[in-house]
Every structure is written in structure tokens, then in C-alpha cells.
């Protein structure tokens, strides 16, 4: 039987609009959904902290916060951690309202149901049927800002260093399976600036798709050296380098003076984020040195490490034991890295499943209901209580 505050939450979470993006337009403050969490924690017993996030240089972000609570006392314990914004929503492609949860046969829609702001609802849920007060060790809910962006929230967390718990879990969309190492994620932008003028006489300008054309061109070479080495347990079992965005120009008749384009490398665990960056800067140079001061590449956002579980609480066999499925690596990126840097065990595990993430029609499957409590309270009673 499902919980009947539960289904009210759930509710309550998806009409909060909490999204972030690189568009200023677009881009929303995560305040009003970390006040309605700390509300919420708050009616549980538990203690809160709200502390402003400092959003990165440039950033269009405003209005960003973590939110922490805290029931219980002492040293160790476990951190049930998420993010509290979302995407953006495809205007016109959803068949509901993206901000009011719909509930249809087993499914619950909304933005955010499924990555991952529903997952509070189901914390809320399992820890509202735990004697608290009985808890020898301290349990913690982490709300994060701006995890879809830039990960300010979970990096200023790490820099805070205000807890140690021994174990940690991060909520996001794993069907419930144990994700105890993912890939990082390193995203570049590169401008080309040219030198516009009639097409009729090229030789007159300096056109910066050409500029272009020579980066593609040494950049997927690079993507072929990438293909080693190799870690057979992820699915796609090498570093991966995608060419993501190009814009530029502005007419048929007329020589291209400026472009960009983006692009994004996804190292494997035990490769250095430094190093790959000033790697891409060799691969680079040619284009570099053929146009002097017209080719500039800058990161869209710091990277974010790849991940490995310390497991020095043995909480992958825990998590084995708890979801009765086996441990797995995962090829995208998750705020693990920043949360792991805190010295806890650190695995990625929730409900739902990552193909519904940032599609239009977001929803969660019902049946993840009963296993997601079990799993929560499970943690709890072996850990704290």
C-alpha cells in the first residue's frame, strides 16, 4: 500500500519549478524547493542548514542553495543525497503540464519525478516510519543545487567538509541497482574568430568555419586514440569525445567571422582530468599555430572527476544484499566524486530508470515504491539504528 503522504509530496515537489540552465532565461533559483525539503525535514525532527552556493564566474545562475538536515547525533552515519532542480522542459512536447504531477495506470509524470527530485519523497517516506529518536548514529538529507549545470552545489558541499558520514547514497535513477563507478565529464567550448567579407573574393577575408573544419578534423583523431585504454565493466568500455553544438555565420554570401562549437570528453576512472585537458591543448596546436590568436578554447564549467566507491564500509555488498542486484558502472556523471571526497563509502543508487531522464513525458514506475523504502530503511536500521 502506498503511502498517502507520499503520493502529496510527490505532488507538492513537482510543482516547484527549480530548473538550471546555462540560459539566463531559462535558468530558475532552487530556493522555494529547499525551503519546502527543509519544511519537510523539519516536521520529522530533524536539525536544518541552508547555505548559499557560490555559482561559478560567468555563470547565469542566481539564487542557488544546499540544503542539510540532520536527525540524530554523533560521528559517522549516512547521507541520502540528491539534486533538487531539473532540465529544462520541451515546450509543446509534453502531453501534460510538466509541473503537476499526473498519475496514470503505474506511472507518475512530471518534471523531476524521475531525475530526481521525487526522490525526496520516498526518503521522506521511509524515514517517517523509523523511530528517529532511537538512532545511535546521525542519518542526513542533502539537497543540492544546480547538479544539471555546473555541479556548484555538490562541489561547494565537498569544500565545506561539515560531515563524515561512513556511507552515502545518491538517489539518482539506477533502477535500483548499485552504481559504484561512473566516467567524469570534461566540456569545452572553442571560438574561431575570422575575418568577415564578400564571398566573391575569399582571399579578402579569413573564414572562421575553415578554422573549424581543421579542429573537427584533429579533434576525431583524437576520439580514435581514446578508444584505448579499455575497462570492460562499462558498456561503452573506453573515454569518450562527442562534438555537441556548432553556430556561426550569418549568410550565404558573405565570408564567416566567427563560430564556436562545443564538445565533451568522458574520461575513464584513473585518468587524470589535467592531464586529458592539456591533451585536447596538443591535439590543438596545429590549429592553434596556423591561426595565431584566432582559435581560443575555454571549459564551459570545471570538470567533474570520475568516480570510484572506496568501500571501505563494505557498502556495495551491503547494497547487493539490500536490492538483491549486482554492482555496476555507469558511462555518465554524477555529483559522486564530490560527495565520496567527504571520506565516505559512496554509491549511486535509486529508483527509476536514467531512460526517462530529460525526455519530454518524465515519469516514474509505481513499482519502484516498496523496494525504495525497504532499500532506505534498510541503510538506516543497519547503519544507525
Keep these: 500500500m502506498i503511502n498517502k503522504n507520499f503520493i502529496q509530496r510527490y505532488q507538492d515537489i513537482i510543482s516547484i519549478p527549480s ?23 523539519e516536521r520529522l525532527g530533524a536539525s536544518i542548514a541552508i547555505h548559499p552556493v557560490p555559482v561559478p564566474s560567468g555563470s547565469a545562475a542566481s539564487g542557488k542553495f544546499n540544503m542539510l538536515a540532520t536527525f540524530g547525533r554523533g560521528e559517522g552515519g549516512l547521507l541520502l543525497a540528491g539534486h533538487s532542480d531539473t532540465v529544462p522542459f520541451d515546450e509543446g512536447r509534453w502531453q501534460s503540464d510538466p509541473f503537476t504531477l499526473k498519475q496514470t495506470d503505474d506511472r507518475l509524470y512530471g518534471l523531476g519525478s524521475c531525475d530526481m527530485k521525487g526522490f525526496f519523497a520516498f526518503v521522506l517516506s521511509a524515514l517517517e516510519c523509523l523511530p528517529l529518536h532511537k538512532l545511535h548514529k546521525p542519518v542526513y538529507i542533502l539537497a543540492t543545487a544546480d547538479e544539471e549545470t555546473s555541479m556548484a552545489g555538490a562541489r561547494f558541499f565537498a569544500q565545506q567538509q561539515l560531515i563524515r558520514p561512513d556511507m552515502a547514497i545518491i538517489g539518482e535513477p539506477t533502477e535500483l541497482k548499485p552504481i559504484f563507478k561512473h566516467k567524469g565529464h570534461i566540456a569545452h567550448r572553442l571560438d574561431f574568430t575570422g575575418k568577415s567579407g564578400h564571398s566573391s573574393d575569399p582571399a579578402a577575408g579569413i573564414n572562421a568555419m575553415e578554422m573549424l573544419h581543421q579542429a573537427i578534423g584533429v579533434l576525431l583523431d583524437y576520439k580514435q586514440a581514446l578508444m584505448q585504454p579499455q575497462d570492460d565493466s562499462f558498456a561503452v568500455p573506453h573515454s569518450t569525445l562527442n562534438l555537441g553544438h556548432v553556430a556561426g555565420g550569418d549568410a550565404e554570401n558573405r565570408i564567416c567571422g566567427h563560430c564556436h562549437m562545443t564538445f565533451d570528453v568522458r574520461p575513464l576512472p584513473g585518468l587524470d582530468s589535467q592531464a586529458m585537458i592539456e591533451d585536447i591543448d596538443r ?103
Design 283 to 385: 591535439v590543438l596546436a596545429p590549429v592553434y599555430l596556423k591561426w595565431p590568436g584566432r582559435v581560443t578554447r575555454q571549459l564551459l564549467y570545471p570538470p567533474s572527476p570520475a568516480f570510484g566507491c572506496r568501500d571501505e564500509h563494505n557498502i556495495i555488498a551491503l547494497a547487493e544484499q539490500l536490492t538483491g542486484q549486482t554492482a555496476a558502472s555507469a558511462n555518465y556523471a554524477t555529483e559522486a566524486p564530490f560527495i565520496s571526497a567527504l571520506g565516505c563509502d559512496t554509491l549511486v543508487l535509486g529508483p527509476g530508470s536514467i531512460k526517462q531522464a530529460h525526455q519530454p513525458d518524465e515519469f516514474i514506475e509505481l513499482k519502484y515504491y516498496q523496494p525504495t523504502i525497504s532499500l532506505i530503511q534498510g541503510l538506516v536500521n543497519h547503519l544507525c539504528l
Design 19 to 41: 530548473i538550471s540552465a546555462f540560459d539566463a532565461r531559462l535558468d530558475q533559483s532552487n530556493q522555494p524547493m529547499i525551503h519546502y525539503l527543509a519544511e519537510q525535514c
